[in-house]
């Protein structure tokens, strides 16, 4: 079993809202900033959001749209998508930054070290 496992990935109409979660295995990702990647239209995956202990941060696609967040036990993690568009289908990963903790590439996906499988979230009417 992976160590992240994203949920709530399905069909949803242009302009809905939709939630992902992400659950450890293992693990309590309380310690970890955690991030959601998407796959993207390359071969590198697309950043999205990232929550640390004190900040988030989000693409330019999407801030204003998604908000990312930790549940009250910080046991998962969110992302709540609203406004959603055609463009934001895709498959969408969830990643965990375990220490030790070094450098500020937030926004790259080598940068991180645990992932789950995706959830496909698919935008459409």
């Known amino acids: 079993q992976l160590p992240l496992a994203e949920s709530g990935g399905r069909l949803v109409q242009p302009g809905g809202s939709l939630t992902l979660s992400c659950a450890a295995s293992?693990?309590?990702?309380?310690?970890?900033?955690v991030a959601w990647f998407r796959r993207g239209p390359g071969t590198e995956r697309e950043f999205v959001a990232r929550?640390?202990?004190?900040?988030?941060y989000y693409s330019d696609s999407v801030k204003g749209r998604f908000t990312i967040s930790r549940d009250n036990a910080k046991v998962m993690v969110f992302l709540q998508m609203n406004s959603l568009k055609p463009e934001d289908t895709d498959v969408y990963y969830c990643a965990a930054d375990a220490p030790p903790y070094s450098g500020n590439n937030y926004f790259k996906a080598n940068y991180y070290d645990y992932w789950g499988q995706g959830t496909q979230v698919t935008v459409s009417s």
């Open positions: 293992g693990f309590t990702l309380s310690t970890y900033p």
């Open positions: 929550i640390s202990w004190g900040n988030t």
